[in-house]
């Protein structure tokens, strides 16, 4: 049998590799994807990765090509890969039930959410924000595969010492916050994350990060009985990715 080739596409990140040094292949603003063969829709019927939450990323690690440290992906190229998978798996059209009404994206159609590359330093993931209420100067990173698994293991250990705490927004800032007003110890930030982070501030810094951090946009507009356009955001889960389950 002669030696058969796996037919690949190069798929654009949202962040252009912005964020990446100048060594990590992420840095050029692409990967190399294969398409999705036998082989990968048994990973998306694997009961352990099903059980334990990683079943979506052991599919992308399989389908990338490029070599890669797949933790080093921000969570918006990661969106953008994961849309990538799903087109050159089983196509373009998604359907979903939504209140109860059918409807059907076109995933190629997906926009990546503009960039400013003035608010990027090339090859550094740090950026700056001065919150509006108190006048903090913090010092912040875009959050990686990496350190979603490092915030989700903290989570975990939280709630086993107190299964009525609510940590994740909290969590999520302690790890993404690299300065408070200069000061750059890990202990500071977390005093300054349970202590002194105003409410407002932490939702105008929230609101921020939503404007500016590079990602798919991952939202369909639906028309209502009454005529008004609402923005939904697109369901994902198993099926995003296996249409028959």
Excluded: C
Excluded at 47 to 58: C, P, S
Excluded at 73 to 86: C, F, H, Q, W, Y
Excluded at 198 to 218: C, G, M, W, Y
């Amino acid at each position: 049998m002669s030696e058969l080739k796996f037919p690949t596409e190069m798929v654009e990140l949202p962040s252009k590799g912005l964020v990446y040094p100048e060594e990590n292949p992420l840095s050029s603003g692409k990967i190399e994807m294969k398409y999705m063969t036998a082989k990968e829709e048994d990973i998306l019927t694997n009961q352990n990765y099903i059980n334990n939450g990683t079943v979506i990323d052991e599919l992308l690690k399989a389908l990338i090509i490029t070599k890669i440290n797949y933790n080093d992906l921000i969570v918006g190229d990661k969106n953008a890969i994961m849309v990538a998978a799903r087109v050159l798996g089983y196509g373009k059209d998604y359907s979903f039930t939504y209140e109860g009404e059918d409807h059907t994206v076109d995933l190629s159609q997906l926009d990546s959410k503009e960039v400013n590359e003035k608010d990027f330093t090339k090859g550094k993931n740090e950026f700056s924000f001065t919150l509006p209420t108190s006048g903090t100067l913090i010092t912040y990173k875009l959050l990686t595969h990496g350190d979603d698994k490092k915030i989700n293991n903290e989570i975990k250990g939280l709630k086993k010492l107190n299964k009525l705490s609510s940590p994740e927004l909290s969590t999520r800032l302690k790890h993404m916050i690299l300065s408070v007003n200069g000061d750059a110890e890990k202990k500071s930030i977390r005093e300054f994350v349970d202590n002194y982070f105003l409410a407002k501030d932490s939702r105008a810094f929230r609101e921020h990060i939503k404007t500016t951090q590079p990602d798919v946009n991952l939202k369909f507009e639906i028309e209502r009985p009454d005529g008004d356009v609402k923005d939904i955001d697109i369901p994902v889960g198993i099926t995003f990715f296996w249409p028959d389950l």
